[in-house]
């Protein structure tokens, strides 16, 4: 079946310092993709999403690319801050009956 | 515009006891999504509910069951409880339009703790 692997956590980084989060997928169609965060205490926000191969989603100064040929979707940020502290979640979609998760990445971001 | 929101936001249960959480959507949406998310995990899919039917179903077994009424608010109702029901429940809304992906708007949850 479907499935997400991504990183494990946590991830610490300092501010300002660049980040990337790997995600990988696996999927019998063509899914939709997405990365969402979960500050503490607070439900699931999206943050970007790609629909098809070779779509870049941005939001906020995070970025992933759709890659149908390495399955993946890996989120970037140029220089995050401490307000970014969050858990991650990659998830796929391939109607519009469910959302799959991967286990999720702690980031941890100090001054 | 209200969000979704979910009630209560945290409960404690004993084993074999039963449990109803609630979810109301945002406005305007007509479907509603039920996750688990135990800790440390990320969530996975319950069920869905479009125009009061089921419309999906994860592996979860028919203890889990659930509502959805006219208003489009929910119900998820769980039986006889076991320890490893302990977990942080979500709840989603989106308005269900035929062809592309609709956006999925999550609740801040329920915690339930099964002793």
């Known amino acids: 079946g479907d499935s997400v692997t991504q990183m494990e956590g946590p991830v610490t980084l300092s501010e300002e310092a660049f980040l990337t989060i790997n995600c990988t997928y696996t999927?019998?169609?063509?899914?939709?993709l997405f990365w969402y965060v979960q500050y503490p205490g607070e439900g699931l926000q999206l943050l970007l999403k790609?629909?098809?191969?070779?779509d870049k989603g941005s939001n906020k100064g995070f970025e992933a690319t759709y890659r149908k040929e390495t399955t993946s979707f890996h989120l970037e940020k140029g220089s995050v801050q401490v307000s970014d502290s969050a858990v991650y979640f990659c998830?796929?979609?391939?109607?519009?009956?469910?959302?799959?998760f991967g286990t999720g990445t702690r980031l941890q971001v100090f001054p | 515009e209200t969000g979704v929101t979910q009630s209560p936001t945290h409960l404690i249960k004993t084993r074999g006891q039963q449990v109803t959480l609630r979810c109301s959507s945002q406005?305007?949406?007509?479907?509603v999504s039920w996750y688990q998310q135990a800790l440390g995990q990320g969530p996975q899919f319950i069920f869905q509910?479009?125009?009061?039917?089921?419309?999906g179903r994860g592996n979860f077994p028919p203890r889990f069951s659930g509502l959805q009424f006219p208003n489009y608010s929910s119900e998820l109702n769980v039986n006889a409880l076991e320890l490893d029901d302990s977990a942080l429940y979500l709840c989603?809304?989106?308005?269900?339009?035929?062809?592309?992906?609709?956006?999925?708007?999550f609740g801040p949850g329920t915690r339930l703790t099964v002793l």
């Open positions: 989603a809304s989106s308005l269900t339009t035929s062809g592309a992906y609709n956006e999925q708007f």
């Open positions: 999927a019998t169609g063509y899914p939709s």
């Open positions: 790609a629909t098809k191969a070779d």
């Open positions: 998830a796929l979609s391939e109607g519009t009956d469910k959302l799959i």
């Open positions: 406005s305007g949406h007509n479907t």
């Open positions: 509910y479009y125009r009061e039917e089921e419309n």
